[in-house]
């Protein structure tokens, strides 16, 4: 059965249990679960229904939802890891509940995949000295299934949430075909308080979700999730093009086809290569796939990809060069390489173990926080002797340059970190090439007419939403929350921020760019000063 097949079949089935197909939500989850980097389940996007915050458009939903993790990127490459993946799932929002979810699970494994009751296992919560045994699912399960293919399971395994303190929660079914998990059926029935007791919930729910890729590996009878039809093509375009062969090179095969894809993904949701949250998971991966391949560069077309393969090749090749000199990697030596040549520990590390070279992580952590410490004591001892009133006159202007280099260069700018010191500022945005000099000059030349001006510098307390309107600006806006503090250029720019600031752009001197260069793949970066 071919994966569409597998797809179609899924929804097709629940949508004649009188389900409403739903599209997946982004990869990115800012708008529905800010708290989180990446979509890692199907049932994110309801999380306000089955809180109560919101009220469910539809009873009962089917999706299929693009996720990804990272937690096992280091297992990536074995038979079965992925970092992306798409997960199956059905849900009830206070309409249907266990009886009912278990015997579709079992209809759609028999009857619609073919797949035998002999090779069903199913696991339900054992029950413990706050909450009793699901008797309720086990009974569901007898009617299926010998009683020797219904086991029993801790409240590790079989008890789902909450997610924090408090919220809802429910004993949890594992189902399992050849030994392998298949599917993970959450019954919400509980709120568990902060004084940690349990009350039933008004309204029940029920979250299910199947490993697609998984399912297909099953149904496709492959011993490894990569020689599946999903995989495929991905696998034979990377032994023609690096001229690698299955199964010789199974294990960088792996790496390259599961990394190659969770990065395009990643790419398409606008993420791009960085030091910190998303853009640092990118970088990884794409810094992955080089360290393993470095061959693949000149297949990349993607420019996001290109520009960060291409800058962290030559880091790779200072940093091999010094790594292949000795003999014994210790935590001095790599945490030597990282502050010398920008070479990440995993990545030593990785490179290590294909030497055969051990490396001990937490002499390297020690090694870290050596580096911290020290660098904590000079930063304190620097942040005695800076102008502050140079710092606010720097901080201004800078909210005045993201603001000319929205109009000039389009609105596709977005900050992307800033650094200011007393002597001068540095400014990120979100821009995928070069600045032209003809542009260099608009930009600064704008700035300069807003600064003659004398516009003046006006800071209000407001809330987030009034702010929105106002048009103001902020890096990661959506996170704010209560009231915000905004700084306002006249009617040029508006930002939020803590300052400090000037009260009138007549107290700055001449702006003027003195470098701009690529701080990382789709990202610039300008320094200036103020004369």
């Known amino acids: 059965m071919k994966s569409d097949e597998i797809r179609k079949k899924f929804i097709a089935f629940f949508k004649s249990k009188g389900h409403k197909e739903m599209s997946p939500s982004s990869l990115i989850p800012d708008t529905i679960d800010p708290s989180v980097l990446f979509t890692t389940a199907g049932m994110q996007q309801f999380k306000g229904w089955f809180s109560g915050e919101e009220k469910p458009k539809y009873p009962r939903v089917v999706t299929i939802q693009p996720c990804l993790r990272t937690s096992d990127i280091d297992e990536v490459g074995d038979k079965t890891h992925l970092t992306f993946f798409e997960m199956l799932g059905h849900f009830s929002f206070g309409d249907y509940f266990k009886k009912e979810t278990i015997d579709w699970t079992f209809e759609l494994l028999t009857k619609i995949y073919g797949i035998s009751r002999e090779r069903i296992l199913a696991v339900v919560f054992e029950g413990d000295e706050t909450v009793p045994f699901d008797s309720e699912s086990f009974e569901a399960w007898q009617k299926l299934l010998p009683e020797s293919q219904i086991n029993k399971g801790s409240r590790a395994d079989n008890f789902w949430g909450p997610a924090g303190t408090e919220g809802p929660c429910g004993a949890a079914n594992e189902v399992y075909v050849d030994g392998v998990e298949i599917a993970t059926l ?99 991966l794409l810094r992955r796939i080089l360290l393993y391949s470095p061959g693949i560069i000149s297949e990349i077309k993607d420019k996001t990809a290109l520009a960060e393969l291409e800058k962290f090749q030559k880091t790779i090749e200072r940093g091999k060069k010094g790594i292949e000199k000795l003999n014994k990697l210790d935590a001095k030596a790599v945490f030597d390489f990282y502050q010398t040549y920008g070479f990440p520990f995993e990545l030593s590390k990785e490179y290590a173990a294909i030497k055969g070279i051990k490396i001990d992580e937490a002499d390297f952590e020690k090694e870290f926080e050596k580096h911290k410490e020290i660098s904590r004591q000079g930063k304190t001892k620097k942040f005695t002797k800076i102008n502050k009133e140079k710092i606010a006159e720097l901080h201004t202007a800078t909210h005045i340059l993201h603001e000319t280099l929205r109009r000039v260069l389009g609105k596709h700018v977005e900050q992307r970190g800033q650094d200011i010191n007393s002597e001068r500022l540095r400014f990120d945005f979100a821009h995928p090439e070069k600045l032209t000099p003809e542009q260099l000059k608009e930009i600064e030349d704008k700035v300069n007419q807003i600064i003659s001006q004398k516009l003046p510098v006006i800071c209000e307390e407001t809330s987030v939403e009034e702010a929105k309107k106002q048009g103001a600006r902020a890096l990661f806006l959506d996170k704010y929350q209560g009231k915000v503090t905004m700084y306002s250029v006249g009617d040029y720019s508006r930002e939020l921020c803590k300052g400090p600031h000037v009260k009138n752009t007549s107290e700055l001197g001449h702006f003027k760019i003195i470098k701009e260069e690529a701080s990382s793949a789709g990202v610039r970066r300008i320094k200036a000063i103020l004369g």
């Open 186 to 284: 959450v019954f919400m029935e509980f709120y568990l308080t902060p004084d940690k007791k349990l009350t039933p919930l008004p309204k029940k729910g029920v979250d299910v979700g199947w490993g697609f890729e998984r399912l297909v590996r099953l149904l496709q009878k492959k011993d490894d999730v990569f020689e599946t039809d999903i995989f495929e093509p991905l696998i034979v375009g990377l032994e023609k093009k690096l001229s690698l062969s299955w199964p010789k090179d199974k294990k960088k095969l792996r790496i390259l086809a599961d990394h190659s894809r969770s990065s395009q993904r990643l790419i398409n949701e606008g993420v791009v290569p960085s030091n910190k949250g998303r853009g640092y998971v990118l970088r990884r």
